[in-house]
């Protein structure tokens, strides 16, 4: 028995320095419990390597790293989840702005930036179109994002003012019904929103799920 806790006492030393790729240290880290609860612990390390956390302590023998931060005065805390956003349009930019397009043109070169600089690593957009999917994804620092195509029905919510003659030019996933007034429109276009055949299409646009709206 005294041998199997000599071995045990060996490897938790051997454990204690093993070397790791990142050593975050004296941080406040901020960890959720439930819905309404945190936990908080001051001046704590996190041990990480291969993008996994080895470890979270406030040991006096830390680990030997490759890189270390010291985070004292900062908060470390999971990666934030944006659950709705628009991340083609600047929120709050109107179009009475004399420099809007300029403004917008900035600020979405910056977006992914600024969501990871505030520590949210996920986000959820649920109404995109593939030329707004391809300018997220070209940026090279953004968080993950999921994006959701809105399908639409005529006169329904995200159609409402649009003549049906020209829902297919506002909204390129809509879905048409068999009481929508066809004679607005060609056969060729009603066959592409069909909603077999408009779901196909949001899949090849890189979209991950349907939103009807």
């Not at 302590?57 to 270390?68: D, G, K, Q």
């Not at 009475?96 to 990871?116: C, E, H, I, V, W």
């Not at 020209?166 to 066809?182: F, G, T």
């Amino acid at each position: 028995m005294k041998k199997y806790a000599q071995i045990l006492s060996l490897l938790a030393a051997n454990l204690a320095h093993a070397k790791v790729d990142l050593l975050i240290d004296n941080a406040t880290i901020i960890s959720p419990i439930n819905q309404s609860e945190v936990s908080i612990k001051t001046n704590h390390w996190v041990s990480i390597s291969d993008g996994k956390i080895i470890e979270v302590s406030n040991n006096l023998t830390r680990p030997i790293a490759n890189t270390m931060i010291d985070a004292n005065g900062l908060f470390l805390i999971p990666g934030l989840t944006d659950s709705h956003t628009h991340l083609r349009t600047m929120p709050g930019l109107l179009k009475t702005d004399n420099d809007g397009k300029r403004m917008q043109s900035q600020f979405l070169k910056r977006q992914g930036a600024n969501y990871l600089y505030y520590g949210v690593t996920q986000v959820i957009d649920p109404a995109n179109t593939a030329q707004g999917i391809a300018e997220f994804n070209g940026q090279s620092f953004s968080p993950d994002a999921y994006f959701c195509g809105a399908m639409p029905i005529y006169q329904g919510y995200a159609a409402r003012g649009i003549k049906y003659q020209n829902l297919h030019k506002h909204r390129a996933y809509y879905v048409h019904q068999h009481d929508d007034p066809s004679h607005l429109s060609t056969p060729a276009i009603t066959s592409l929103h069909q909603a077999k055949t408009a779901v196909r299409r949001l899949k090849k646009d890189a979209q991950s799920a349907p939103k009807f709206l």
